[in-house]
């Protein structure tokens, strides 16, 4: 179970934030608050806990409002984003077949490719390491 779940600001509701903490307890949400630069600027608190707050979201909007939250928010794009555009990259633009079964096993191919073209570099990676600098790779 992760520790962590960066989720993309359209899809951090606070009925899925309350979900999340019921079904996966260990996990923290990490997703931005809404309108918070609006919020500062209006004079609000945008990370004080609401009174029609769930336990859960209260403790979402304190956790956003850490300086820690935000740095572990800012690196989402880096891991999520990535993937996404190595899938376009690869001519993922659209899922040209109908149905759940086939639109599945068209996404799954595709992260079994991206999962093994990672491994694949970062093995190369670690054999150049293991190389030491000066010394050439057979």
């Known amino acids: 179970m992760p520790v962590r779940h960066l989720v993309d600001s359209n899809f951090g509701t606070q009925p899925d934030i309350e979900a999340a903490?019921?079904?996966f307890p260990g996990t923290q949400v990490y997703?931005?608050?809404k309108n918070a630069r609006q919020k500062e600027a209006a004079g609000q608190d945008p990370y004080r806990p609401r009174r029609q707050d769930g336990p859960a979201v209260a403790e979402w909007r304190q956790r956003m409002g850490t300086a820690e939250a935000k740095a572990i928010y800012k690196r989402r794009p880096q891991a999520a984003e990535w993937s996404n555009a190595q899938a376009r990259n690869r001519g993922l633009y659209q899922v040209n077949v109908r149905g759940l079964g086939k639109v599945k096993a068209v996404v799954l191919w595709f992260?079994?490719?991206h999962n093994m073209t990672r491994l694949w570099a970062l093995r190369r990676a670690r054999d150049a390491q293991a190389e030491g600098p000066g010394r050439a790779a057979p």
């Open 31 to 33: 997703a931005p608050v």
């Open 21 to 23: 903490k019921e079904r």
């Open 111 to 113: 992260v079994l490719v």
